[in-house]
């Protein structure tokens, strides 16, 4: 089993609809989880973090992360042509740990 | 303005040389990364530092060095042994044990 686990797409949404990506991982003891978009050819750049169980919202994104089913999502909301790139998901593990281990990635394509 | 630094962008290289690929930040982070990405794959640690003289295997280290004698500075060198290094090297940095990383604009390196 993958430590950190993303379906690899492509996921195609029309725009101005929801794009749900998900993510799952192994390490129960997993502190702190990341969400990272990336454009072909470019590096990633984040987009959020969560810590604590529940929902946190930022903008059009929000992340949700339930920590006793070892998942951890991401929603975009009313999402644009300009979203069209592969999300990251990324999770430090126990406390401690200075590494990051990161998912596939999903890529998203948001259709016009 | 704060941010990490990679260089080259793109670097070619016969078989059989070492290459260094450079990596300086300037937002005073005492961790540091350096991944490996391949097309459609997703982000493989090489090394990790958490302090200055110290660095760690990540995942992937065989045929790759790498040196932390500067809290802003990790360089990665991709030796000879390294089989098969086309590849997109990306560093990264980060403050402490839970927060998030921040990447460079990573280096294409391409064996001729």
């Known amino acids: 089993q993958k430590e950190v686990e993303q379906n690899s797409g492509p996921l195609s949404v029309p725009e101005g609809a929801i794009a749900s990506l998900n993510c799952t991982y192994s390490?129960?003891?997993?502190?702190?989880f990341f969400w990272y978009r990336q454009y072909s050819g470019k590096s990633p750049e984040l987009i959020m973090f969560?810590?604590?169980?529940g929902d946190k919202e930022d903008g059009r994104f929000t992340a949700q992360l339930n920590k006793a089913s070892q998942y951890v999502s991401l929603l975009i909301r009313d999402s644009q042509p300009s979203d069209s790139a592969t999300y990251l998901c990324?999770?430090?593990?126990?406390?401690?740990?200075?590494?990051?281990?990161f998912g596939t990635g999903t890529r998203l394509k948001v259709l016009a | 303005d704060g941010g990490i630094t990679q260089s080259p962008k793109y670097l070619f290289r016969k078989e059989g040389q070492n290459v260094t690929l450079s990596c300086e930040q300037n937002?005073?982070?005492?961790?540091m990364y350096w991944y490996r990405q391949d097309p459609g794959q997703g982000l493989r640690l090489i090394y990790y530092s958490q302090i200055v003289n110290d660095f760690q295997k990540g995942d992937i280290a065989e045929g790759y060095s790498v040196s932390r004698e500067k809290k802003e500075s990790f360089p990665l060198t991709v030796t000879s042994a390294q089989k098969n290094p086309t590849a997109f090297y990306l560093c990264?940095?980060?403050?402490?044990?839970?927060?998030?990383?921040?990447f460079g604009q990573g280096t294409r390196l391409t064996v001729v």
């Open positions: 990264a940095s980060s403050r402490a044990t839970n927060t998030e990383a921040f």
């Open positions: 969560i810590y604590s169980n």
């Open positions: 990324a999770v430090k593990g126990t406390s401690g740990t200075y590494k990051y281990i």
């Open positions: 937002l005073n982070h005492d961790a």
């Open positions: 390490d129960r003891g997993s502190q702190s």
